[in-house]
């Protein structure tokens, strides 16, 4: 799972910058890159996330740990368009039987995958290195986003880690009362689903109940609120929004160099 509490050291240059101004250069960071559907440009982007994450304060191990889940849903994407689209173009590189892989397959895949990496990442390397708290106090003050939606983000963000723990317990607790799959693969889906179920309908009801209260407490008023920590945007918050938008720019000029750019439309 990936965690929401930030780890990167607190004193490191980029880690220490606007809440808003890391969410708006990820958000810059990832919309250019969605333009182009050839494997050059987001291999560039990775590149260049990872060479900055030393000045986020963020060890390469820490964003293994957190990134894992992004990784394993890579790799099953790789996999099932290698073996299942439609498009089969280009030379042939391993055939068996109905099972036919090419280049022009294995190419789109890549690009794909690479792809998703790149947009994601930014991502998961604003929120390890933001405290939900400051996030939300940089929505209401910088970004002027409705306090309702704000404090409803973060208490998203805090309850979030819960989940594991409830479905720790509903498993707990369906194991005691006898209810084990063991080794059938049809008995574990379902007792899966079962699971599944129950927990999100526990979510719902905690989202109702936090929507009442927050209503209780007039943050659908229209009043204006105080705010205890002050959020300040200042011209190195700006440098890094307009940086992002030079580096995506980049890896995208980079691929047109190279003649892979391959347009999104046209």
Same mark, same amino acid.
């Given at each position: 799972m990936i965690g929401l509490e930030p780890v990167a050291t607190p004193g490191a240059p980029l880690a220490r910058r606007n809440p808003v101004a890391k969410l708006a250069a990820g958000l810059v960071f990832s919309f250019?890159?969605?333009?182009?559907?050839?494997?050059?440009?987001?291999?560039?982007?990775?590149?260049?996330?990872?060479? &900055?994450? @030393? %000045?986020? #304060?963020?060890?390469?191990?820490?964003?293994?740990?957190r990134a894992w889940p992004l990784l394993a849903g890579a790799v099953g994407i790789l996999v099932t368009l290698v073996l299942f689209a439609a498009d089969r173009s280009g030379p042939v590189l391993w055939a068996a039987g109905p099972l036919v892989v090419t280049s022009g397959v294995l190419v789109t895949a890549l690009g794909l995958v690479l792809r998703m990496l790149a947009v994601a990442l930014p991502g998961v390397i604003v929120?390890?290195?933001?405290?939900?708290?400051?996030?939300?106090d940089a929505?209401?003050?910088n970004a002027k986003a409705p306090a309702r939606f704000a404090i409803g983000a973060l208490?998203?963000?805090? &309850?979030? @880690? %819960?989940? #594991?723990?409830?479905?720790?317990m509903l498993t707990m607790a369906r194991r005691a009362r006898g209810v084990d799959a063991g080794r059938n693969p049809l008995a574990r889906l379902?007792?899966?689903?079962?699971?599944?179920?129950a927990l999100l309908v526990g979510a719902i009801r905690r989202g109702t109940r936090l929507a009442?209260?927050?209503?209780?407490?007039?943050?659908?008023?229209?009043?204006?609120?105080?705010?205890a920590r002050?959020?300040?945007?200042?011209p190195a918050d700006w440098l890094l929004v307009a940086g992002a938008a030079v580096l995506a720019g980049g890896a995208l000029a980079v691929s047109v160099v190279l003649g892979t750019f391959r347009p999104l439309i046209g």
């Amino acid at each position: 799972m990936i965690g929401l509490e930030p780890v990167a050291t607190p004193g490191a240059p980029l880690a220490r910058r606007n809440p808003v101004a890391k969410l708006a250069a990820g958000l810059v960071f990832s919309f250019v890159l969605v333009a182009s559907l050839d494997p050059v440009a987001p291999a560039v982007a990775i590149a260049v996330e990872l060479a &900055l994450l @030393p %000045l986020f #304060g963020i060890r390469y191990r820490v964003l293994a740990r957190r990134a894992w889940p992004l990784l394993a849903g890579a790799v099953g994407i790789l996999v099932t368009l290698v073996l299942f689209a439609a498009d089969r173009s280009g030379p042939v590189l391993w055939a068996a039987g109905p099972l036919v892989v090419t280049s022009g397959v294995l190419v789109t895949a890549l690009g794909l995958v690479l792809r998703m990496l790149a947009v994601a990442l930014p991502g998961v390397i604003v929120f390890a290195t933001t405290d939900p708290t400051d996030l939300a106090d940089a929505l209401v003050q910088n970004a002027k986003a409705p306090a309702r939606f704000a404090i409803g983000a973060l208490a998203a963000f805090r &309850l979030v @880690p %819960l989940l #594991g723990q409830e479905w720790q317990m509903l498993t707990m607790a369906r194991r005691a009362r006898g209810v084990d799959a063991g080794r059938n693969p049809l008995a574990r889906l379902r007792l899966f689903a079962a699971t599944a179920f129950a927990l999100l309908v526990g979510a719902i009801r905690r989202g109702t109940r936090l929507a009442v209260a927050m209503d209780a407490r007039g943050f659908d008023a229209g009043t204006p609120r105080t705010v205890a920590r002050r959020q300040v945007f200042r011209p190195a918050d700006w440098l890094l929004v307009a940086g992002a938008a030079v580096l995506a720019g980049g890896a995208l000029a980079v691929s047109v160099v190279l003649g892979t750019f391959r347009p999104l439309i046209g």
